[in-house]
């Protein structure tokens, strides 16, 4: 309230380079209604009586105490209503949500399935192993989700499938070397050392690449892409452990005994 005249006043504050923009202006219009804008509408007007320098100031005039405050509120700071423009606009009702989950999940079945017969039908015991080192490694990763926890959205759900075909990749990388050696006449047990020893090096850089970029991706884009690339990461990192320890642990279980003598099994 003004001391004299009892009459509301309104105080402002200005940073360092809004005092001195504020001095130039007052200083240039002594005498000369000064207003203040919203929206392209007068919100306040006041006279400038004078050079109003230290970054602080006055308005005073005749309005009423609820008047000043309303004032007060729109020039604090923060308080202008910023004017918002929307870039894009996605509505999924939960019908929509649910059948895009469900066709998701399906294809990923399918994927997995149609995966499995192509392993066995081409690459026999080997295949077989290979299929039940990706069951583990899908048991893995799903647990793995569940534990950090992971939102499965579909950018995650796609890169969840994706990661899948780099877990069997590794497998047929090992299982073509393995036959390899195999043909040229080693057995079993040293066809599967030097299978895995053979094939590594193109394991890890297929990985590491792939890697990297899911890494880059999460860290610099929105969130339906961190999605995708937080479970491709998880998925990455399991299935090299499925390939390079289950698989070879599989297959070392039946690298003696009859079915390392049935070549056909294996080649």
């Known amino acids: 309230m003004h001391p004299v005249s009892q009459d509301p006043i309104i105080l402002l504050n200005f940073t360092d380079e ?3 923009i504020f001095e130039k202006i007052t200083q240039r219009n002594i005498g000369k209604p000064l207003a203040t804008f919203l929206d392209d509408e007068i919100l306040q007007q006041a006279t400038v009586q ?5 970054g602080e ?3 005073t005039g005749a309005f009423s105490v609820e008047e000043a405050y309303e004032i007060a509120r729109d020039l604090r700071i923060g308080a202008l209503p910023v004017p918002i423009e929307p870039v894009s606009q996605r509505s999924i009702g939960t019908a929509l949500g649910e059948e895009s989950l469900n066709r998701s999940l399906r294809a990923a079945i399918i994927g997995f399935l149609f995966v499995s017969l192509f392993m066995i039908i081409i690459y026999r015991l080997p295949g077989l192993l290979a299929v039940i080192s990706l069951s583990i490694y899908v048991l ?4 793995l989700f569940k534990t950090v926890p992971v939102t499965l959205t579909l950018s995650g759900i796609a890169g969840f499938i994706l990661s899948v075909g780099m877990a069997i990749d590794a497998n047929i990388l090992v299982i073509s070397r393995l036959r390899e050696e195999i043909r040229s006449g080693k057995d079993v047990k040293k066809s599967i050392e030097e299978g ?3 094939a590594w090096s193109s394991i890890r850089d297929g990985n590491i690449t792939t890697l990297m970029v899911a890494i880059i991706l999460f860290f610099i884009t929105t969130s339906f892409v961190r999605g995708f690339a937080i479970t491709l990461i998880l998925g990455i990192l399991v299935s090299l452990f499925c390939a390079m320890i289950v ?3 599989l297959l070392f279980l039946f690298e003696e005994g009859k079915p390392a003598k049935e070549k056909d099994l294996w080649v």
């Open 57 to 59: 100031a006055q308005i």
């Open 140 to 143: 893995l990763v799903l647990f």
């Open 50 to 54: 004078e050079k109003i320098s230290g």
């Open 18 to 20: 809004g005092a001195e």
């Open 196 to 198: 895995y020893k053979n």
């Open 247 to 249: 698989s070879r642990g």
